[in-house]
């Protein structure tokens, strides 16, 4: 019997007993151990967090902020884009400012971000819809705590809605309707409630994924909710767009790329506006560069202009060279500049971030080695350590882990601590193996 599976065992057991404080807690500590917090926005597990650099994506966040605003109809509000465009800064920095933004003046801890859940093919409980409600329900619990005993009660008259494997359209009822419903009264006249979800494409389940949109917007099609947007993000991928052109998802859905009657035309991600983001970063990095290398000579204009427009309007591009030129003290800054300054000079666009791994690739000590241990931590379903990942390949395959992986800390995240587990930057390093 699984963990998951023995802690609803145990709540059937609580459901014959009277309601007690005592019990109602009890149910709540088991939410809180089922709900997953490497899924939140800015849980530990997510470190270090993408975020818009102030003063780029302007346009885009405005529209999104005055979508949030909105407060006369819900709405499922569909960002997407190509892989390494920067989707997730954006839903971390969306997640962020509602954060900071009270409900109502009156109240100090009551926010408008309402829970987010942020996907991952890395995480064996991030890549299901099975544990979803549960975790967005205890953050929406957790914000507005007068809630907190009804969610009990409904998991305690149904412990199976705290198992992955009970139908997303019980949970969504009981674990994510039933709790809006319960604020209605309490929110009216309020701003809009903001929830965030990240990475649809990161979900391994193509029919499972589907369920979730459709019960999203079954959830928000009902009547006496508060005004409730949510936020979600992911690549353009067929089955994703075709569960939003759905007859009954539709009508809720405010896709952005989107074309617009100002001057800009179209506001997405991948716009002629983001040239000017990129090197508005690469200008801020080099700068912070300086500030650890001094006498490290700042690149042209030119070259700032041909990183910048090489990168392919791709954010993951621009930063993966960023950390390639300024993350290994034992390479000179200057000499990998250049490196990036050749390699930019002969890539075709669509091409940047393939080539980039590539490059980075061939610059270590065997480049054979690196590609087999760097295509071993992206097809990892839960990260390990270093010394898991030796003892896995064993003796012969496994020596010098460390010394290979160190040699692509542009491309994987190495922590300090050798008992915590390597991950790959970006999801774009699993296409790329």
């Not at 597990?45 to 909105?70: A, S």
Request: glycine share 4%.
């Amino acid at each position: 019997m699984s963990d998951d599976q023995c802690q609803c065992s145990h709540l059937l057991s609580l459901a014959c007993s009277p309601i007690s404080l005592t019990v109602l807690e009890g149910i709540w500590e088991k939410l809180s151990q089922v709900a997953v917090k490497g899924a939140q926005y800015n849980s530990r597990e997510r470190q270090p967090h993408p975020k818009c650099l102030k003063g780029t994506r302007v346009d885009l966040l405005k529209y999104i902020h005055e979508l949030l605003d909105n407060p006369d109809k819900n709405q499922l509000i569909w960002l997407h884009g190509t892989a390494g465009v920067g989707k997730s800064a954006v839903a971390y920095t969306v997640a962020e400012t509602m954060k900071g933004m009270k409900v109502t003046e009156r109240t100090n801890i009551e926010k408008r971000l309402a829970g987010t859940f942020f996907f991952s093919r890395k995480h064996t409980k991030r890549c299901t819809a099975g544990y979803f409600f549960a975790t967005l329900v205890y953050q929406l619990a957790t914000n507005f705590p007068s809630i907190r005993k009804d969610v009990s009660r409904a998991i305690r008259n149904n412990p199976a809605l705290l198992d992955p494997d009970t139908p997303l359209c019980d949970q969504m009822e009981k674990l994510f309707l039933q709790p809006l419903r319960g604020l209605h009264l309490r929110l009216r006249g309020c701003q809009p409630l903001t929830f965030v979800v990240d990475a649809l494409d990161e979900c391994t389940s193509e029919p499972e994924l589907t369920d979730l949109i459709l019960s999203l917007a079954q959830a928000l099609r009902q009547p006496d909710l508060p005004v409730t947007h949510i936020l979600l993000t992911s690549r353009s991928e067929s089955h994703i767009s075709e569960a939003f052109q759905n007859e009954e998802v539709r009508p809720l859905v405010c896709e952005i790329p989107v074309r617009t009657s100002g001057e800009g035309g179209i506001i997405s991600l991948d716009g002629t506006d983001v040239d000017k983001d990129i090197s508005t970063f690469l200008q801020h990095s080099f700068r912070q560069l300086r500030s650890r290398h001094p006498d490290f000579p700042q690149p042209s204009r030119n070259d700032l202009v041909k990183l910048a427009s090489r990168a392919g309007r791709r954010f993951i591009v621009a930063s993966t060279m960023m950390k390639f030129i300024i993350d290994d003290e034992d390479k000179d800054p200057s000499d990998r500049l250049q490196l990036m300054l050749k390699l930019t000079s002969e890539l075709l666009p669509g091409t940047e971030v393939f080539k980039l791994y590539d490059c980075i690739l061939s610059t270590c000590a065997d480049p054979k080695r690196a590609y087999m241990h760097l295509s071993i931590v992206a097809a990892l379903a839960d990260p390990l350590p270093i010394s898991q990942i030796s003892s896995l390949l064993g003796t012969g395959l496994g020596r010098d882990v460390r010394t290979t992986l160190m040699q692509l800390r542009s491309v994987v995240d190495i922590p300090i601590d050798s008992i915590l587990p390597v991950n790959i930057h970006h999801s774009s390093i699993r296409d790329y193996v």
